[in-house]
């Protein structure tokens, strides 16, 4: 059978020739868009390494000289980082409140970064930097990579110790041990950190790689913080996590609540957002974009289809006299089915192998910008694999129902068009 499929290509050469190219161009747009899918599915389909539910960001201020509630400097016996820390106390008494942190930028779905560089032996790299409470890690449900959850690494975060995710190192120095490590702060030899525990990645986003957001972690003590006047207030993030029966409306109630309970000194609690809409806000126009551009690969992937379709379909019902002719001799409808599904497919499969070659190039060179997953093996074979088993099932869609209607020609009929 095989040998006469492709004895069929041959003599039919010159009307295959287009047929060929065709397959040529669409494979090689197809795999583009298979493969920017994939990455994007692939990346957001990831652990993010944290949990958000049941989690608020809460922000204070300051009343200024112009308030009628401002206390001046000469009647004041606290600092504004002990008015903040008296605040964040009565908000752990309450019955709904499991962890509050204070944190600078190091929050999921943050708009604001700030990095280090760091040396350990001949190694240096340059990571994101997380000033964090202890309490952080319960907050977000950080995870231990030796399975004993968060409160490990907050029992870790004291001192010199720093926290660092499992991807800490460079790829080519990814078998070395991190535990225990000590690292040089901005290559500074008098600044030494010794890694207390290792998370699992944490990822910065939904659409971003764990290979985007390596950190490490270092701690900010409550009598730090205590002694600041100036602390930044717009700046620090205090982050609360409450029971999982708490209220739904647990923002709206504590805001409800500040001016009573939780104004102390000069500060008070400015709003309580829920992460949910903070990484809705966040990813809105990520989250557009790819809806955009999803809309643009199906637009591809529907004019794919119905080209891939109509040209087999067309192609099978030109040929319906010769299908007729062939049952009038002898053939049976399954062997001619078989016989016009391989010609489809063998066809496929000499146009698809320079398509393999020119997409794993159009790949190495990085032209299609999809950074979300580094190119590699990973990366491409599912990628080609998907694209082939797509092409495949447009052709066989393409000629199987209309090569089962040819079937039904009378082979006087057939014999009669010849």
Not at 273 to 280: G, L, P, T, V
Not at 345 to 362: R, T
Request: charged share 20%; glycine share 4%; net charge neutral.
């Amino acid at each position: 059978m095989t040998k006469q499929i492709l004895k069929q290509i041959w003599n039919e050469r010159r009307s295959n020739a287009w047929l060929w190219i065709e397959l040529l161009l669409v494979s090689v747009v197809l795999w583009v868009v298979v493969d920017w899918c994939y990455v994007m599915l692939y990346t957001y389909l990831q652990p993010r390494g944290f949990n958000i539910e049941n989690t608020y960001l809460v922000r204070m201020a300051c009343f200024t000289p112009k308030s009628d509630l401002f206390i001046p400097a000469e009647q004041k016996t606290t600092t504004v980082g002990e008015d903040i820390l008296n605040i964040l106390d009565r908000l752990r008494n309450r019955p709904d409140v499991e962890y509050v942190s204070i944190s600078y930028n190091s929050f999921p779905y943050n708009d604001s970064n700030s990095h280090n560089n760091l040396k350990h032996d001949t190694i240096r790299v340059n990571r994101h930097r997380r000033i964090v409470t202890p309490d952080f890690f319960n907050v977000f449900q950080y995870q231990n990579v030796d399975g004993t959850g968060s409160q490990s690494l907050a029992n870790a975060l004291h001192g010199k110790n720093m926290i660092v995710s499992e991807n800490f190192f460079p790829d080519e120095y990814a078998d070395k041990e991190l535990f225990g490590a000590e690292f040089w702060l901005n290559v500074d030899s008098t600044k030494i950190y010794r890694v207390g525990a290792v998370s699992k990645n944490v990822r910065y986003a939904d659409f971003r790689p764990a290979s985007n957001s390596r950190y490490f972690a270092i701690i900010i003590e409550n009598h730090e913080f205590a002694a600041m006047n100036n602390t930044d207030i717009e700046f620090t993030e205090f982050c609360i996590r409450v029971r999982p029966d708490a209220s739904p409306e647990f923002a709206k109630n504590l805001m409800k609540e500040a001016p009573r309970n939780y104004m102390v000194g000069n500060t008070y609690i400015k709003s309580v957002e829920s992460f949910s809409d903070i990484r809705e806000m966040f990813q809105r126009d990520t989250i557009k974009e790819v809806k955009n551009r999803a809309f643009i690969m199906f637009f591809l992937l529907a004019n794919i289809f119905l080209g891939i379709i109509g040209t087999f379909w067309f192609r099978t019902q030109q040929r319906r006299s010769e299908l007729g002719l062939r049952i009038a001799l002898g053939s049976n409808s399954s062997g001619l089915q078989h016989l016009l599904l391989g010609e489809g497919l063998w066809i496929l499969i000499f146009a698809f192998l320079p398509a393999i070659i020119i997409c794993y190039n159009i790949g190495y060179a990085d032209v299609t910008r999809v950074w979300q997953m580094e190119w590699g093996m990973m990366r491409f074979i599912p990628a080609i694999v998907v694209t082939f088993v797509l092409l495949a099932l447009m052709i066989i869609a393409g000629i199987w129902y209309p090569a089962k209607q040819a079937m039904k020609i009378q082979p006087a009929e057939a014999l009669h068009d010849e």
